[in-house]
């Protein structure tokens, strides 16, 4: 090219018939090819005796043009970087091109360079935190760079991303900070989104991006007894379904051990505390009987987990779950109720047994069927909630029913409400 200043070329006169060699018809090749960064393209320069130029590119085994430039133009060229595959050996040449065409025997070769990608960030453990964001953590790979201090070097990564990828939603990226930290939480991704790491340098990405993370959803099946006798539990088991798709499919049979727990409180305004934990299988029930008295809301807590998933590669994450607060009332259990004989001859004692739980002291009624309501008969006092009474039989040819009215107490706090009996009987002969 005309750039630079190129000696004249002595005129060679042939005569007698002789012939040019073959090598004299072709251009000498250009030198002092130079590589260097301009941005995140690749400067090329080099001198000639003013030729047009074709400037090749070698990576991975492969040979490929990368310009073409006119005898007039500067001998210099920018190459992006992406136009290299990943190799640890790379060259660019320049060859030069006469006005006939002809190239050069020979091309001026740079220094060797490599295109390394940056290694993988390795995914190592991602957390759900409890404001729905996910933690991620890394730890970034070394390139084995067989090319020190080449002039191109880039074997770090530039940069860094988190990728977001849901169902319905357009990709989000977020920028990861290049330092000795290797955590970032991703705000709050979508349910049944797809989250990956990549990092990459002007030669362009990582070859792979590592283990993802799929953020799944949990479902929890507890049952809440609304009304339980005392000594019975409100929540006797849970089963927790968890799915990485809008499906009818369950998540991984090969998951041990969710972790649930039963949290009551005694109203609306009291905080929740945790009264019982206990953790199986998904798909399976996980008992959390809990043996508590009294009425209280209850709720099944799910907490945030993670795990990895040998079956599908990858890193699974749940946010937390709780079921919404359902009451259960807590009713006095008897065990105990009726007359004894429950058939006699008129005006013969019979015994009235009583045996109410919880076990404390209390003042019952007797109550009787009068064919339309139920009437007070008299006061009976439990002792330990236990009484036994002798009871006239009165009503020759009759046959009424009784019950037992307990009152709602305190019982440790709590309630137990307003409880009757199951009716029974007293035949009079």
């Known amino acids: 090219?005309?750039?630079?200043?190129?000696?004249?070329?002595?005129v060679v006169l042939l005569s007698g018939g002789m012939i040019a060699p073959a090598w004299a018809e072709r251009p000498p090749e250009p030198t002092g090819v130079q590589v260097s960064w301009a941005g995140d393209q690749i400067r090329v320069t080099w001198l000639d005796q003013g030729e047009a130029n074709v400037v090749w590119g070698f990576a991975a085994g492969r040979e490929t043009v990368l310009a073409r430039v006119a005898a007039a133009d500067a001998n210099e060229v920018?190459?992006?970087?992406?136009?290299?595959?990943?190799?640890?050996?790379?060259q660019i040449m320049v060859g030069a091109i006469d006005a006939e065409g002809n190239e050069s025997a020979l091309r001026g070769y740079s220094r060797t360079f490599d295109t390394l990608r940056p290694a993988r960030p390795d995914m190592r453990h991602p957390q759900m935190r409890p404001d729905s964001s996910v933690e991620l953590v890394w730890a970034q790979g070394t390139v084995d760079d067989e090319n020190p201090g080449d002039p191109l070097d880039r074997t770090d990564a530039t940069w860094l991303k988190a990728t977001v990828a849901g169902p319905g939603t357009a990709q989000q990226h977020y920028p990861m900070p290049l330092d000795d930290n290797q955590?970032?939480?991703?705000?709050?991704?979508?349910?049944?989104?797809?989250?990956?790491?990549?990092?990459?340098?002007?030669?362009?990405?990582?070859?792979?991006?590592?283990?993802?993370?799929?953020?799944g959803i949990t479902r929890v099946d507890a049952p809440v007894n609304p009304t339980k006798v005392f000594?019975?539990?409100?929540?006797?088991?849970?089963?927790?379904?968890?799915?990485?798709?809008?499906?009818?499919?369950?998540?991984?049979?090969?998951i041990a051990g969710v972790g649930v727990d039963l949290q009551a409180r005694p109203n609306s305004s009291a905080p929740w505390q945790v009264v019982k934990s206990?953790?199986?299988?998904?798909?399976?029930?996980?008992?959390?009987?809990?043996?508590?008295?009294?009425?209280?809301?209850?709720r099944v807590w799910v907490p945030e987990n993670s795990w990895y998933s040998n079956v599908n590669k990858q890193y699974e994450v749940m946010r937390p779950l709780s079921t919404a607060p359902r009451t259960s009332l807590t009713l006095s259990n008897f065990v105990k109720t009726g007359f004894v004989p429950s058939t006699a001859p008129v005006s013969a004692t019979v015994k009235l047994n009583v045996e109410a739980r919880p076990l404390v002291d209390k003042l019952a009624a007797l109550q009787r069927w009068d064919g339309k309501q139920w009437r007070y008969v008299r006061d009976i006092k439990l002792i330990h909630g236990a009484a036994s009474i002798p009871i006239r039989a009165a009503g020759r040819g009759t046959t009424t029913k009784y019950r037992i009215l307990v009152p709602r107490i305190i019982y440790k706090g709590l309630p137990i409400e307003t409880t009757t009996s199951k009716p029974f009987t007293l035949t009079v002969r």
């Open 78 to 90: 920018l190459v992006p970087a992406s136009s290299f595959p990943a190799s640890s050996r790379a």
């Open 183 to 215: 955590y970032f939480a991703v705000p709050a991704p979508p349910q049944l989104s797809t989250i990956t790491i990549s990092s990459g340098n002007e030669w362009g990405t990582s070859a792979q991006t590592g283990p993802r993370v799929r953020v």
């Open 231 to 254: 000594g019975a539990h409100a929540v006797p088991m849970a089963t927790v379904h968890r799915f990485l798709c809008a499906c009818a499919e369950d998540l991984n049979p090969e």
């Open 278 to 298: 206990n953790a199986g299988p998904v798909n399976t029930a996980i008992d959390l009987s809990d043996g508590l008295v009294g009425s209280r809301q209850y």
């Open 1 to 10: 090219m005309r750039k630079y200043a190129v000696l004249a070329a002595s």
